[in-house]
């Protein structure tokens, strides 16, 4: 930090914040610490007395906080992102298009362990819009070593620490089980919701099918929706472990690879979740526990995002993520 006389200051970063004091009408800074100081900034300084200044005095091997921040920015930004102009060190990233946000949770925790700076993000795996927000980066004091922000780009990974994967169209089918409701005595109110559901995202309903509780009509029933090009089928009823609740069975009589029956989830506990593996093609089947009739937010609405994106989702995931 040094001082400067004013008239001399243009194309210098102030250290600090200017004020101005208008008698009843108002008072706070007119410029910020960080500012670059133009020549029209001149005038208005010396209009309040700032005769002197005291700005930045350039280090070799130090960086200023706007040119560190736009380093964070960019080992942040994927495709379908705008950052805003750097600002007292601060950068923010907005999405440019819907889709699914993916974080790099452990390549952004051991750049935020660096300490002087800080990345802040949504939570990932979760659908955005384009406009929302989705981090925001920040540079803590006026002036960094370079070597820290080269440190910063080495445990970023090589790759964009925020992506955001975009929502596919999906020919959906629909299994409803339930003997009750097969033989008519209840009308089916679980299909309603899934439908509403679905219609947020790019979903070609190939039909809904009603079985009883048999489980060779209940795996029948989703091969054949297979076999129509299905490439999501969802199964509503049956989920629990009575003796008569056989979806569970039935989806495993598929043949599809089950990566867990149980989520640590409420609602949802009872949530099955299966691949089908056909021809080179991975087909989701969902096994959607009751609370998804009832509940306004279950677990069927933080997977059914990444279901539509093409994310799979792993056992570990839904153990240690949505715990």
Known sequence: MKKIETIHAVGHVL???????????????????????TAEDIPVLLSIGKEHLFVWEQEEGMLHENEAAKILCDICKGDGMKESEAKE??????????????????????????????????????????????????IIPLVIQEEKMQRVREVAGGKPLLTILPFQKKKVGIVTTGNEVFSGRIQDTFG????????????????????????????????EFIHKGAELVFCTGGMSVDPDDCTPGAIRDTGARVISYGAPVLPGAMLLLSYYEEEGKTIPIVGLPGCVMY??????????????????ISGEELAEKYN
């Open 89 to 138: 060190g601060k950068i923010e990233l907005t999405a440019a298009k819907d889709g699914l946000l993916k974080v790099d949770r452990k390549h952004l925790m051991a750049v935020n362990s660096l300490g002087e700076l800080m990345i802040a993000v949504r939570h990932g795996d979760l659908p955005v819009k384009a406009g929302d927000k989705l981090a925001g980066t920040r």
């Open 15 to 37: 250290c600090h914040d200017v004020t101005q004091i208008i008698k009843d009408q108002s008072k706070g800074p007119i410029f910020r610490k960080g500012h670059v100081v």
């Open 192 to 223: 309603p919701v899934i439908l509403e559901k679905l219609s947020e995202y790019r979903a070609e309903i190939l039909g809904q099918t009603i079985t009883d509780d048999d489980k060779g009509h209940i795996t029948s029933a989703i091969l």
């Open 295 to 312: 509940a306004k937010r279950t677990v069927f609405d933080l997977i059914l995002p990444r279901l539509f994106a093409d994310d799979e």
